[in-house]
């Protein structure tokens, strides 16, 4: 699973390279989603007028909606100190949950925002994730 946070939904919003190229494989991989927590979406919609929508455009992307269980647990993580509410979704997202296999990927431009033990790559790290 490869979830984007609110630097990677705007870089992908405004036509970053590898993140576009990403979207686009991911398309054509059936099953293969890129994750945007609800919060981050919401931060980066606020910031930038109709980047939802040039967003949501991509078929490979799905929304993660905040539910109570994940809006209990955010609640936590910023009450503990863990940043914002779009972090906080975002690093909620990145747990390890049973309705997604494997190990979660989250995709940013501030991996310092995230605790040790969280996977980050760097959207601008050269080669991300075979692109490049």
Do not use: K, Q, W
């Not at 190229?21 to 919060?39: K, Q, S, V, W």
């Not at 296999?101 to 989250?106: A, H, S």
């Not at 995230?114 to 490049?132: A, E, K, N, R």
């Amino acid at each position: 699973m490869i979830i984007l946070d609110t630097s990677a939904v705007t870089a992908l919003a405004g036509g970053h390279r590898t993140l576009n190229l990403l979207a686009g494989n991911m398309a054509r991989t059936p099953g293969d989603r890129l994750i945007i927590p609800a919060l981050c979406l919401l931060r980066a919609e606020a910031a930038d007028e109709d980047l939802s929508r040039r967003v949501l455009a991509f078929s490979a992307v799905a929304v993660d909606s905040l539910d109570t269980t994940a809006a209990v647990s955010v609640g936590t993580m910023i009450r503990d100190g863990y940043g914002g509410p779009d972090t906080c979704h975002a690093l909620y997202c990145a747990l390890p949950r049973p309705e997604f296999t494997g190990m979660p990927i989250l995709l940013t431009g501030e991996e310092s925002a995230y605790p040790p033990g969280v996977v980050t790559v760097d959207i601008d790290s050269t080669g991300m994730l075979g692109f490049g």
